[in-house]
């Protein structure tokens, strides 16, 4: 048995667990050929360096509930250990690998001072709501805030406990937020301890909180523009109406663009006329979900994913398109994932020979994370940026990516390729430079 052959056992051995196949895994060694990387140097950045197993527990209604938690730190030979915390029903420790390994591919791709990292929260409030609410008496979003706000907390502790601040620098993921990323603050008082802190807090950055959202309507501009698309002859469907969709729709909206169709975990509302996008971020900031905003046009996510749009931008959870329901896809022309990794290996090929181009997850979706860099930035450094300068700096990125992508895309054979391969040479770099390899 080869070296690199043990070392991969050896630590699928000692979780008693094998890791799936991995879209990430895939284009990194696909990508490792093409660099001519040697497969027990590419192992050492495909890897993660350390996976830490919490168990959170909390008292709620008179009972101990053990919530299961993760941290993956990924990479960090270009800067601390960087990503979100998902906090969702579907978390495991090889979703969080492979999500932290994606943000090593995303803050490189972005050239950011910064390496991968991913936290995980393993609960399913609406499961758990139904076991208590009798006991309980109170209504599922003040169920779900208390006990999100215990976990969060009992989160935190430990972080703290364990050295991990300025280490590892978290931000919010699918179901967290600001609220989450200020408890990490009202504990240390350092600024620097996290990204995503809400507007007021000491090292708040403004533009924060659209810019994932802004990045993604910006990168699907710039691909209109590549290929000749006047925005308003260009229809759009979003699925996800939380951070990242419901500002990615907005600023498609601002720039002419028809969102015809967007649904949340709750419903869905369809217009093919477009529908009234800021009427529906009201209604979605007082209600939490787009359902109810109008009865007569309504939409789950298989009439969506159908529907005959220019643009299909998933911005929810992972995994949502594979070889099952690819055939099934309405979209014409791109499909942008705001999401991370939401289509699977095997559809991004099938996608291709459709003639569907696809704008991937560390491209589209990278304006959190570079707006996270100032934001760290402000924190350690005591600069400031106003929100001119985020959304300049947003901008110049994103112009830079894509021209760095497209510059390798023949190559490569798609952007996904060309994207991995940008981020993968700069990390080797690193890691050479730093002799970690
Ligand atoms: P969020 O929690 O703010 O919103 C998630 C949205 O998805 C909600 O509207 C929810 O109702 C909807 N949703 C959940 N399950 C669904 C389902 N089965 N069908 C339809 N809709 C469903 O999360 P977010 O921060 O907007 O993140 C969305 C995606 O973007 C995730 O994949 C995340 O990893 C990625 N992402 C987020 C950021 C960020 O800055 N927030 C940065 C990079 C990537």
């Given at each position: 048995?080869?070296?690199e052959?043990?070392?991969?056992?050896?630590?699928?051995?000692?979780?008693?667990?094998?890791?799936?196949?991995?879209r990430?895994?895939?284009?990194?060694?696909?990508?490792?050929?093409?660099?001519?990387?040697?497969?027990?140097e590419?192992?050492?950045?495909?890897?993660?360096?350390?996976?830490?197993?919490?168990?959170?527990?909390?008292?709620?209604?008179?009972?101990?509930?053990?919530?299961?938690?993760?941290?993956?730190?990924?990479n960090?030979?270009?800067?601390?250990?960087?990503?979100?915390?998902?906090?969702?029903?579907?978390?495991?420790?090889?979703?969080?690998?492979?999500?932290?390994?994606?943000?090593?591919?995303?803050?490189?791709?972005?050239d950011?001072?910064?390496?991968?990292?991913?936290?995980?929260?393993?609960?399913?409030?609406h499961k758990l709501?139904?076991?208590?609410?009798?006991?309980?008496?109170?209504?599922?979003?003040?169920?779900?805030?208390?006990?999100?706000?215990?976990?969060?907390?009992?989160?935190?502790?430990?972080?703290?406990?364990r050295?991990?601040?300025?280490?590892?620098?978290?931000?919010?993921?699918?179901?967290?937020?600001?609220?989450?990323?200020?408890?990490?603050?009202?504990?240390?008082?350092?600024?620097?301890?996290?990204?995503?802190?809400?507007?007021?807090?000491?090292?708040?950055?403004?533009?924060?909180?659209?810019?994932?959202?802004?990045?993604?309507?910006?990168?699907?501009?710039?691909?209109?523009?590549?290929?000749?698309?006047?925005?308003?002859d260009?229809?759009?469907?979003?699925?996800g109406?939380?951070?990242?969709?419901?500002?990615?729709?907005?600023?498609?909206?601002?720039?002419?663009?028809?969102?015809?169709?967007?649904?949340?975990f709750?419903?869905?509302?369809?217009?093919?006329?477009?529908?009234?996008?800021?009427g529906?971020?009201?209604?979605?900031?007082?209600?939490?979900?787009v359902?109810?905003?109008?009865?007569?046009?309504?939409?789950?996510?298989?009439?969506?994913?159908?529907?005959?749009?220019?643009?299909?931008?998933?911005?929810?959870?992972g995994?949502?398109?594979?070889k099952?329901?690819?055939g099934?896809?309405?979209?014409?022309?791109?499909?942008?994932?705001?999401?991370?990794?939401?289509?699977?290996?095997?559809?991004?090929?099938?996608?291709?020979?459709?003639?569907?181009?696809?704008?991937?997850?560390?491209?589209?979706?990278?304006?959190?994370?570079?707006?996270?860099?100032?934001?760290?930035?402000?924190?350690?450094?005591?600069?400031?940026?106003?929100?001119?300068?985020?959304?300049?700096?947003?901008?110049?990125?994103?112009?830079?990516?894509?021209?760095?992508?497209?510059?390798?895309?023949?190559?490569?054979?798609?952007?996904?390729?060309?994207?991995?391969?940008?981020?993968?040479?700069?990390?080797?770099?690193?890691?050479?430079?730093?002799?970690?390899?």
């Open positions: 048995m080869k070296n052959d043990r070392y991969l056992k050896n630590i699928e051995k000692f979780i008693c667990s094998r890791e799936p196949e991995s990430s895994g895939i284009l990194m060694k696909d990508s490792a050929r093409r660099l001519g990387i040697s497969r027990s590419y192992l050492q950045i495909e890897k993660p360096y350390a996976f830490i197993y919490q168990r959170l527990p909390v008292e709620i209604g008179g009972e101990v509930l053990n919530i299961s938690s993760g941290i993956v730190l990924h960090r030979a270009r800067g601390p250990f960087k990503g979100g915390i998902r906090i969702d029903p579907d978390v495991n420790i090889w979703e969080t690998t492979e999500l932290a390994r994606l943000m090593t591919l995303k803050t490189s791709l972005a950011l001072e910064l390496g991968g990292g991913k936290s995980g929260i393993k609960v399913d409030f709501y139904e076991g208590l609410k009798d006991k309980l008496k109170v209504d599922f979003y003040p169920f779900m805030d208390r006990l999100k706000d215990h976990i969060m907390r009992e989160f935190v502790d430990h972080f703290v406990e050295g991990l601040v300025r280490t590892y620098v978290p931000a919010p993921d699918m179901g967290s937020s600001g609220a989450e990323m200020m408890l990490f603050y009202n504990k240390t008082h350092d600024p620097a301890v996290v990204t995503a802190k809400p507007e007021g807090i000491e090292g708040w950055l403004p533009g924060r909180r659209e810019a994932t959202g802004f990045g993604t309507s910006y990168a699907t501009l710039k691909y209109l523009e590549q290929v000749g698309k006047n925005p308003a260009v229809t759009v469907a979003v699925q109406f939380g951070n990242v969709g419901s500002y990615a729709a907005h600023y498609l909206h601002r720039e002419g663009c028809r969102v015809v169709a967007v649904t949340d709750y419903g869905g509302v369809y217009n093919p006329e477009g529908i009234d996008i800021p529906l971020m009201e209604y979605a900031a007082a209600h939490r979900t359902k109810g905003f109008d009865d007569k046009h309504t939409i789950d996510n298989a009439g969506l994913f159908a529907l005959e749009a220019d643009v299909l931008i998933p911005a929810a959870s995994h949502v398109i594979d099952g329901n690819v099934a896809l309405g979209v014409k022309l791109v499909l942008v994932e705001a999401a991370n990794m939401p289509v699977s290996w095997e559809a991004m090929g099938m996608l291709q020979q459709r003639g569907v181009n696809l704008l991937p997850d560390n491209y589209v979706n990278a304006g959190g994370v570079i707006a996270s860099d100032l934001e760290y930035k402000q924190g350690v450094g005591g600069v400031r940026f106003n929100r001119q300068q985020v959304f300049q700096r947003l901008e110049t990125k994103f112009d830079t990516m894509w021209a760095e992508m497209n510059e390798r895309r023949e190559i490569a054979g798609s952007f996904s390729q060309a994207a991995c391969d940008v981020a993968m040479e700069r990390t080797y770099k690193a890691m050479r430079t730093r002799s970690l390899i």
